[in-house]
């Protein structure tokens, strides 16, 4: 049986005469072929500001929020550069010892309380991993802080990246702490009322802290107004919702995903495909909000939260579809 990758090189071998009666010619023809790949529940697509494809081919309807999973990481990530807007965060360099000193527990490395919110950010703590097979364990701690702050360093900070939902979730909680506001209430002071979006309660720790970086709900909707507030420089309706500096820096890679070979900026994904750069929030299971300024375009698919997609699997089907179908359209 072929596998995907012989599958690839069979195609980019294949005449470019049969190559261009594949692509798709209009966004109409988009909702089939994403209805082949049987993970695939929705998508959204805004060219040029405008919304040209919502369609759900199977899962919820549109209107039904979805779990995002890890797209909320880039939703925090959103929330830490409103907090410097206002001026809760002095910067991404400022160190959770002077953000959030309350939440670093006795007896805790030294080096905790140095880690800068661009450490976190950028998923380059040095901290063991509390996702993968740690995931359970560290969910089923009775202090979701203090556990991911008291696992041993295995990098130096500000190194390789560490993809790790306990960093975000540490960051989500030190946003709370220097702004007296739960991070959903944030979410929807700074996101869901400028955006005009629906931002339902989510997950817990057992101190009360909702969960960074998992577990939040959108409709692809929402998704995609969240995307272009990026899309646009931070921008939404002439209201400046992020700071400029701070979303012209989120797509610069500063780590690579040992996975998917991706880079990694601020909360997102980021690679070049056809030369242009774009940002990528993903999700367990196939959320996707991509994000290519040069082509105008944002992208909103949401699939099922259950099964896994891996960079081999499913979620390399859905970056084919992306960049070799919807992306193709823009022009």
Do not use: C
């Not at 805004?46 to 939703?75: D, F, M, Q």
């Not at 996702?131 to 360093?153: E, Q």
Request: proline fraction near 8%; avoid cysteine; charge should be negative.
């Amino acid at each position: 049986m072929p596998t995907r990758r012989t599958t690839l090189a069979l195609l980019a071998a294949a005449p470019l005469a049969a190559r261009a009666q594949d692509a798709p010619s209009d966004w109409s023809d988009l909702p089939g072929r994403a209805a082949e790949m049987d993970q695939f529940h929705a998508i959204a697509v805004s060219h040029r500001g405008e919304i040209v494809l919502e369609e759900a081919v199977r899962g919820p309807s549109l209107s039904t929020p979805a779990n995002i999973k890890s797209v909320s990481k880039s939703v925090v990530a959103a929330l830490l550069g409103a907090a410097i807007e206002d001026g809760a965060v002095p910067s991404v360099e400022a160190t959770l010892g002077e953000v959030a000193p309350a939440l670093i527990p006795s007896g805790a490395d030294p080096r905790v309380s140095d880690l800068t919110m661009e450490d976190l950010v950028t998923l380059r703590a040095g901290l063991e991993r509390t996702s993968g097979p740690n995931y359970g364990g560290w969910v089923a701690s009775g202090n979701w802080v203090a556990d991911a702050l008291t696992r041993p360093f295995v990098a130096e900070p500000g190194g390789r990246m560490l993809y790790s939902t306990g960093s975000f979730h540490v960051l989500g909680a030190a946003l709370t702490e220097a702004t007296g506001e739960s991070l959903l209430a944030l979410a929807r002071r700074q996101l869901g009322d400028p955006l005009g979006i629906e931002i339902p309660p989510w997950t817990r720790d057992p101190q009360g802290y909702y969960m960074g970086g998992n577990q939040m709900a959108l409709t692809p909707a929402g998704m995609i107004r969240f995307g272009e507030l990026y899309r646009l420089g931070g921008a939404w309706e002439g209201a400046r919702v992020l700071p400029a500096p701070y979303v012209d820096a989120t797509f610069e890679p500063v780590a690579t995903s040992p996975w998917s070979g991706l880079g990694y900026g601020y909360g997102w994904f980021t690679g070049l495909t056809g030369g242009r750069r774009f940002g990528l929030a993903r999700g367990y299971g196939g959320q996707i909000v991509f994000v290519m300024p040069e082509a105008a375009l944002t992208i909103a698919i949401t699939s099922d939260p259950n099964r896994p997609a891996r960079s081999e699997g499913y979620f390399g089907e859905l970056m084919d579809f992306v960049t070799e179908q919807v992306v193709p359209l823009a022009t």
